[in-house]
């Protein structure tokens, strides 16, 4: 990594960064997402994950930069919605004697909040695994040709994206809220 200019001033930097390319992002996300709330909550959380990069240096790319940060962002958000669509199609189908009250929608969509961002922490390939077994119901054996992986990588990303859900199910059981990324 190049090592900072000698007049190189992070604050200064990240406030030209600001002036100079939010509202450009903005209109990007706001495109992409067709919800300006949402879209200024991820050109926000863009900006403070530039902030958090440990080693500042000068940006040659700043468009690049932020639009890296901000399209793995999207993809959260996306998988978030994607997650609270096949919930709510799931909730549509049971008679209303089975309906979850308010209270018990939002407990479930805060859970499963807590698992999508679990589940954000596997590496792609895991991800797909996981996905393509708990949600679309594909065996194990199916995957592995699927992907062209072994049977044993399969069932190592399963375990493992059932150890990170256990986890964030005892987090948010016991009232942590999410980390902040």
């Known amino acids: ?4 200019h000698p007049s190189f001033d992070p604050v200064q930097q990240v406030q030209q960064l600001f002036t100079g390319h939010h509202a450009w992002l903005l209109s990007r996300l706001k495109v992409r997402l067709r919800n300006t709330a949402e879209a200024q909550d991820v050109a926000s959380e863009t900006f403070l994950r530039m902030v958090a990069t440990p080693h ?3 940006i040659a790319e700043p468009r690049a930069f932020l639009t890296t940060i ?9 998988r978030r919605r994607e997650l609270e669509h096949a919930y709510l199609e ?5 008679p209303p004697e089975l309906a979850a009250s308010p209270e018990d929608r939002a407990v479930l969509l805060e ?4 698992i999508a961002h679990a589940l954000e922490g596997l590496p792609p390939q895991a991800q797909q695994t996981f996905v393509l077994s708990q949600i679309d119901g594909i065996g194990y054996l199916a ?3 699927q992907l062209g992986i072994s ?3 399969v069932r190592r990303h399963m375990a493992e994206g059932f150890r990170r859900i256990a986890l964030a199910v005892t987090r948010q059981n016991a009232g ?5 990324s």
């Open 1 to 4: 990594m190049p090592a900072p």
């Open 56 to 58: 500042p240096t000068i």
């Open 70 to 78: 901000a399209k793995r962002l999207l993809f959260s958000v996306w």
């Open 90 to 94: 799931m909730l549509a189908q049971c």
């Open 111 to 114: 859970t499963l909040e807590h």
């Open 143 to 145: 995957i592995a040709e």
């Open 151 to 153: 049977h044993s990588t």
């Open 176 to 180: 942590i809220g999410l980390p902040r």
